[in-house]
């Protein structure tokens, strides 16, 4: 049997992102293991049936010494766990498994879900990644793009050749799990939700200036936070800060839940303020539960927010423009809402349910298996020669 083994920056991520994607692989005869950096989601990917390794990733470093070490890391997986395939994601698995695993001859389909906070500001360390995904992209079998802009950035910056890259709609969304449910607490309260980590590119601060200014117009209107405030990204918000919001009363936090779904039952409208994205999980997730959404006019919100069909966008780092955003929305007539609440769960249904997306990976996995038994086989058969001379 062969083994796939897909890589990323954390467990949390594999957990919440990848794990449906494993057991459509698994589904098809393949062994899957995972590896990520340990953290408190590894004994929950071990409890539903799978290996994972732990391997060193320092998600702020930019040391060449720790990046060494990460890279040498994987080496030592991958030559004792004999993967046939690796399917990577984020930045430094991107880049360092890329590199371990070609260097093993292991082919690899890489998949960029956004370009992150060091393409939203750029300085040198921009350049630098420029330069190692262009190193590390060079032998790999593909690279998936969550979203036509990020994908045209990448080719013409001469990173990956055009041959390479496919675009894929998002990482999918189970349909089955995120399907249409009347709200059935707070229906005296309009409830906009935020999921997504509490860091500043996920555009938190706008969020919540946006929802003072409401606050201050509107009555029975609540704005919630739901996601982690321990991401490791340097644009972390503070807890403090959350809490003193929460004081104010300008927001409701509600923590993390493994019922994301039960949390946007309850709310009216998803909402992602983000500066830049590859195909937002949160939005897609709101929209296939027939919820209408609002976000920035950025790359990967507006692949899914179809402004006035299925919600509003608005500009970026403007909490004014969100605020009129919530405005428009707590304006329009109920009937107005549930159409663009259905629209959005049409556009899912057609576009971005995980079975498109699933296909598409299984499709180049089996493209891909085909080149590690050719090397295998002309190996093989350079032994058997060399055997023949020497005998």
Not at 121 to 144: A, G, M, Q, R
Not at 197 to 224: C, H, L, S, T
Not at 251 to 264: A, C, M, N, Q, R
């Amino acid at each position: 049997m062969k083994t796939i083994a897909i890589v990323s920056n954390s467990a949390f991520n594999i957990y919440n992102f990848r794990l449906s994607l494993a057991s459509a692989i698994r589904e098809r005869g393949y062994e899957v293991m995972f590896v990520a950096p340990k953290d408190e989601y590894t004994e929950k990917i071990m409890d539903e049936g799978y290996l994972i390794k732990d391997v060193f990733i320092n998600p702020k470093g930019n040391s060449p010494i720790e990046d060494k070490k990460t890279i040498d890391e994987f080496k030592k997986i991958y030559i004792k766990h004999k993967p046939d395939l690796i399917l990577n994601y984020t930045i430094k698995p991107n880049i360092y498994s890329s590199l371990a695993a070609s260097s093993l001859n292991i082919p690899v389909i890489n998949t960029v879900t956004g370009l992150g906070t060091v393409f939203i500001e750029e300085n040198f360390v921009t350049d630098l990644v420029k330069i190692l995904y262009k190193i590390s992209f060079k032998k790999v079998h593909k690279v998936f793009f969550q979203n036509r802009a990020d994908m045209e950035f990448f080719i013409n910056k001469g990173i990956v050749s055009p041959d390479k890259t496919l675009l894929v709609p998002g990482s999918g969304v189970d349909t089955m799990r995120f399907y249409p449910r009347e709200k059935t607490k707070n229906k005296d309260k309009f409830v906009f939700l935020f999921i997504g980590r509490m860091i500043k590119d996920k555009g938190v601060i706008e969020y919540v200036e946006a929802a003072k200014m409401i606050k201050e117009k509107y009555e029975n209107v609540e704005f919630q936070l739901l996601g982690s405030l321990d991401a490791e990204n340097k644009t972390l918000i503070s807890k403090k800060s959350v809490y003193e919001w929460v004081k104010k009363g300008y927001i409701t936090y509600l923590g993390t839940s493994f019922k994301v779904e039960d949390v946007i039952a309850e709310s009216d409208c998803v909402v992602l303020p983000s500066y830049r994205e590859g195909l937002p999980k949160s939005l897609l997730e709101g929209a296939s539960m027939q919820r209408p959404l609002i976000a920035t006019d950025v790359v990967g919100c507006r692949d899914v927010v179809i402004d006035g069909e299925n919600g509003f966008l608005c500009e970026a780092k403007n909490a004014r423009s969100l605020a009129e955003a919530f405005e428009k929305m707590l304006d329009m007539d109920e009937k107005e809402r549930v159409l663009m609440g259905k629209r959005a769960r049409e556009m899912v249904l057609e576009k971005f349910d995980e079975r498109i997306v699933y296909d598409q990976y299984i499709k180049e996995i089996e493209r891909a298996l085909p080149i590690k038994l050719r090397f295998k086989l002309k190996s093989c058969e350079r032994v058997e020669s060399l055997s023949l001379k020497f005998a």
